[in-house]
């Protein structure tokens, strides 16, 4: 019988992408220390935790329970910007981002009958000048008050971004066509041609 999906998450972000694949996942948030280890580059770091975070879910987990752990930064040089702690943190990442490019990384974990997969995507992302006033506006939304870089691409912020090259769903929070890969691997079904969409 195939593996049912837990998702150590609480973003609906991630849920809703595992839903448009045909994925109904029961959803078990965890919490992790996601603090940076000194000198761990972007890569390293998000990897990390998207492991720590599957690994955590899988301890309270049944055996046949497959568990997903992900994570989501943006890097703006070799600096992680993680989501705004203020109004003004808030204000300065989109002054930082402002006309320039960008890359966001997510990385995705899953234990099953496979053992631990992983992979992460790498997503270039261009960004329009943005004036104070529209930074200030866009603030104001609440919107990107809980999101990694202070913005969210599949919201308000689109509007911004003028360029992206790679993985559209990786930068909202899950790369859809790796994580479908690695779910098959653990052999759990989703939508594709010949199956289905699970209910």
């Given at each position: 019988m195939a593996a049912s999906l837990i998702l150590a998450s609480a973003s609906p972000r991630r849920r809703d992408l595992l839903a448009s694949i045909g994925v109904a996942p029961l959803v078990r948030p965890v919490h992790i220390d996601e603090t940076p280890a000194p000198d761990e580059a972007p890569?390293?770091?998000v990897t990390?935790?998207?492991?720590?975070?599957?690994?955590?879910?899988?301890?309270?987990?049944?055996?046949?329970?497959?568990?997903?752990?992900a994570d989501t930064v943006v890097v703006l040089g070799e600096r992680i910007l993680g989501k705004p702690q203020d109004r003004a943190d808030g204000l300065a990442m989109l002054a930082a981002l402002s006309g320039g490019e960008h890359r966001v990384i997510t990385a995705v974990a899953v234990t099953g009958p496979a053992g631990l997969l992983e992979t992460a995507v790498t997503t270039r992302v261009g960004m329009r000048e943005i004036s104070p006033a529209e930074a200030e506006a866009y603030w104001a939304t609440g919107e990107p008050a809980d999101k990694a870089g202070g913005y969210a691409v599949q919201g308000l912020a689109a509007t911004f971004v003028s360029r992206l090259e790679g993985s559209y769903s990786a930068v909202v929070g899950l790369p859809l066509f790796e994580t479908a890969e690695l779910l098959r691997r653990q052999g759990l079904p989703l939508w594709s041609g010949d199956l289905p969409p699970m209910a």
């Open positions: 890569l390293a770091y990390r935790l998207a492991r720590e975070k599957a690994l955590a879910g899988a301890a309270a987990a049944a055996p046949d329970q497959a568990v997903l752990g």
